[in-house]
């Protein structure tokens, strides 16, 4: 499983705080293991696609 966060749907920007974040709902648990980058692979990671809706039409 891949872990490039630049890669992920989850992955957002935010345009107020000019930060890129994980849009995920970690629990304390998750949050600690990915802010010490303790996860080899992420498990919420799914690529991003921006042509799937298009696709689907």
Known sequence: MASNC???VHYDYDDEMDVWY???DLDE???E???RSANDACPFYRRGDD??????Q
């Open 6 to 8: 630049e890669e992920c």
């Open 22 to 24: 994980c849009t995920m």
């Open 29 to 31: 648990d998750e949050m």
């Open 33 to 35: 293991r990915f802010l």
């Open 51 to 56: 042509y799937a809706t298009a696709r689907r």
